[in-house]
């Protein structure tokens, strides 16, 4: 028997209608919201994001326009990164355009011609360096470098801005120029390197004589900058004039520039030592060229003759009538251990194997050995600091560069100075009663595939390498060892290690913490930093970027203590991929930790090399938030 089914029938069973229907506004209204997401949000923090970078390129440039100057008035090399282009933060469901470049370039060579009273002329050439970025949000001119002035150049929409002034025409009168030579032309996102090198020989100047007019190529013309920048000194300044360069570029034209006052004329190469007419030094127009047993620097010192330093015998810090003087080879030869040593003039000597009662050498100073060591120590109950704050100091090719106090409670002072050592340099505090080492602003440099260390083996203060620049032919070892001494300070640092050497700041016994925020740490192969002491700090490395290599880690511990670790804003680049993550195409993933932007900072993977892992022991998270791992594209 059949039943019928009346009333009912599939086409009119809407059972299902609803919940399709309200997935499909669902869906509408995410779609919509990822459009407007991409569309609006993405290009402002891609916005933001270059933003941020072309402030950190501008620095940058800031500082290449030092190292130009340190290189040529120093004598000594110079090596300056700028980071040409950035990345946009990875995203998961919307898409950024490639990342943008930047192009770092000198330009075509211009003469600087030097005119003398009898019509005796000398051309010295020179370049400028420039900057463009290729952004896709910002629209922003390009950065330039030309005789000690760094400008935006952004004419077609506003102008010129000048980001650091001239220091062409000092205070005093002199004029102080640093002429560019060689060829650097860079394209990309990452880092490259300016080499910068000093001439190692003369131009003939000598024969020049009386007043000078000096005559210099420029971008900026007068109402631009020059009238104002130079206004203090009208009897020099002359004026800004079109003629004498091709379109773009007028001719700064300086005049009675005094034999008394003196002319600072010194020329640097770009990856090359400069060979078009190159000169270096002071060159003094009514005299010729430097002599004695320093150079024109410490033309301020009493000492007279071929005396470069002195025994500072009340540690007054002065000169006085009495006191001991000695040549450049007396500096290198005799023996100093009862002195308190100050070096007024620079020094160029075979060799320096010093125990001294205390060094001073003054700011702007140069100590270098031809053949030999330069080892500066103390071993005197009664000895004070190594304070070579401000000079610059440079050991032979093959030859190390030692600072050492092994008794006394001194401090070693490098602060703003230039180190270059020709093996290994090694700065160490070895005394119960010592301070610090403070090598705040340095530029320390390693060679012959040596090491840079820094150790208080004994001692009651602080390493600070606040805005250091190390770069080390070898590894990188920063340790403390003492229960009575304190942290490590590398905030805003830049250092480096050699392929295949590793990077590593460790307190043993302290009771300091690892401070390296806003520092950029490139390990060539493992990064470490390390605390093992109960009474010791934390390790903060807020806004750093942290890069290892040849498939080893990054690793940051607190082995023993309460100390926290703290990644807020950090950059952690890697070899290769994490444990436990899987990595999809060849570029472009992040691995976001703690994504939150007051709780965490970014571990970026680079999938080309061999397994490394990343270890983070005691991380400590504001607010309480437990680790987050974010997604990959």
């Known amino acids: 028997m059949q039943r019928a089914i009346s009333g009912s029938s599939f086409g009119s069973d809407t059972r299902g209608v609803a919940p399709v229907i309200g997935f499909i506004l669902l869906f509408g209204i995410l779609i919509l919201g990822l459009t407007t997401y991409q569309a609006q949000i993405v290009p402002q923090e891609n916005a933001a994001t270059e933003f941020q970078h072309f402030e950190e390129v501008r620095d940058e440039m800031v500082e290449t326009r030092n190292s130009v100057s340190t290189a040529g008035q120093a004598d000594v090399s110079q090596f300056q990164d700028l980071k040409l282009g950035t990345r946009y933060q990875t995203r998961v469901f919307t898409v950024n355009p490639p990342p943008p470049s930047g192009t770092l370039q000198t330009s075509d060579a211009y003469n600087i011609t030097i005119t003398d009273e009898t019509d005796t002329t000398t051309n010295v050439s020179t370049k400028f360096i420039t900057y463009r970025p290729d952004y896709f949000e910002i629209d ?71 007043n000078l007019t000096i005559e210099l190529p420029t971008r900026l013309n007068g109402s631009e900058y020059w009238n104002e920048a130079l206004d203090e000194h009208p009897e020099i300044y002359d004026q800004v004039v079109d003629a004498g360069y091709e379109t773009g570029v007028h001719t700064l034209r300086l005049e009675n520039v005094s034999s008394d006052d003196g002319f600072e004329l010194n020329t640097v190469g770009v990856n090359t030592e400069p060979t078009e007419n190159p000169s270096r030094y002071n060159i003094n127009v009514g005299g010729g060229g430097s002599g004695g047993g320093g150079s024109p620097s410490g033309s301020d010192s009493d000492l007279v003759g071929d005396d470069v330093a002195f025994d ?45 009662l205390s060094l001073t050498i003054r700011d702007g100073i140069q100590v270098e050995t031809t053949t030999g060591v330069i080892d500066f120590e103390t071993d005197n109950n009664n000895a004070g600091s190594l304070d070579v704050s401000g000079s610059t100091l440079a050991s032979a090719t093959g030859k190390p560069l030692l600072l050492t106090i092994n008794q006394g409670d001194g401090d070693i002072d490098l602060q703003g100075a230039t180190v270059e050592s020709g093996q290994v340099l090694r700065v160490e505090l070895d005394s119960a009663s010592a301070g610090s080492i403070d090598a705040t602003d ?55 290690s050699a392929s295949e050497k590793s990077i590593t700041l460790k307190i043993a016994a302290g009771t300091g913490g690892i401070d390296v925020q806003n520092a950029d740490i490139d390990s060539g192969y493992s990064l470490l930093m390390l605390i093992n002491d109960p009474s010791a700090g934390s390790i903060d490395a807020t806004g750093a970027t942290l890069r290892s290599a040849n498939g080893q880690p990054v690793k940051l511990e607190v082995q023993q203590g309460t100390g926290n670790i703290d990644l807020k804003d950090t950059r952690i680049v890697l070899p290769t991929s994490t444990d436990g993550v899987a990595i999809g195409n060849d570029n472009g993933n992040e ?42 594209d």
């Open 591 to 632: 691995l976001f930790v703690n994504t939150d932007s007051g709780n965490g900072g970014t571990v970026v993977i680079d999938r080309a090399d061999t397994d490394a892992d990343l270890s983070v022991v005691d991380m400590d998270v504001d607010s309480g938030a437990e680790l987050e791992r974010g997604k990959l």
């Open 312 to 356: 500072d015998q009340n540690r007054n810090n002065l000169f006085d009538d009495g006191e001991t003087t000695y040549t450049a080879d007396e500096v290198g030869d005799l023996d100093l251990s009862d002195v308190n040593l100050v070096i007024e003039k620079n020094v160029q000597t075979d060799r320096i194997d010093q125990t001294l």
């Open 140 to 210: 922003v001119g390009s950065l330039w470098y030309e005789h000690s002035v760094v400008y935006l150049d952004e004419r077609e929409t506003g102008g010129v801005a000048i980001i650091e002034d001239q220091n062409l025409l000092t205070e005093d009168g002199t004029v102080r120029l640093t002429a560019l030579q060689g060829t650097i032309s860079e394209s990309k996102t990452g880092r490259e390197t300016i080499e910068l090198y000093p001439a190692d020989s003369d131009a003939e100047l000598s024969g020049l004589t009386g």
């Open 442 to 496: 340095a530029t320390l440099k390693s060679a012959s595939s040596e090491a840079i260390t820094f150790k208080i083996n004994a001692g009651t203060g602080d390493i600070t390498l606040q805005n250091a620049n190390i770069d080390s032919a070898k590894e990188v070892l920063v340790n403390i060892n003492d229960e009575a001494a304190g942290g490590i300070d590398a905030r805003g640092s830049t250092i480096s």
